[in-house]
């Protein structure tokens, strides 16, 4: 059985609200809509620098979207976009 498939009847199964069944699906389609490729494994593969530049890249309009980021030296942008881990959030 396809995982999509599986939620929607755990779903059904516990008779959960329409709304929150909505919520759950949402999620799974944001958390795996770009499960096309191993992101990670792409990223191990290149150079340091393509990678740090490729981060930053991915990460550039979450830096721009944080005050307390602006006016940071370039090095410590790097270091903070290679730490970060991708989540989606649905409240």
Do not use: W
Not at 11 to 28: A, G, I, T
Not at 68 to 86: F, T, W
């Amino acid at each position: 059985m396809p995982f999509s498939a599986q939620i929607m009847d755990y779903m059904k199964f516990k008779h959960m609200p329409k709304d929150l069944q909505e919520r759950v699906e949402f999620y799974f389609e944001q958390r795996y809509r770009h499960n096309l490729f191993n992101e990670e494994e792409i990223l191990t593969n290149l150079s340091s620098v393509l990678r740090s530049q490729l981060q930053m890249f991915n990460c550039q309009r979450l830096v721009q979207q944080v005050p307390m980021l602006q006016g940071v030296r370039v090095e410590i942008l790097q270091e903070i976009v290679a730490a970060l881990k991708a989540e989606v959030g649905i409240s």
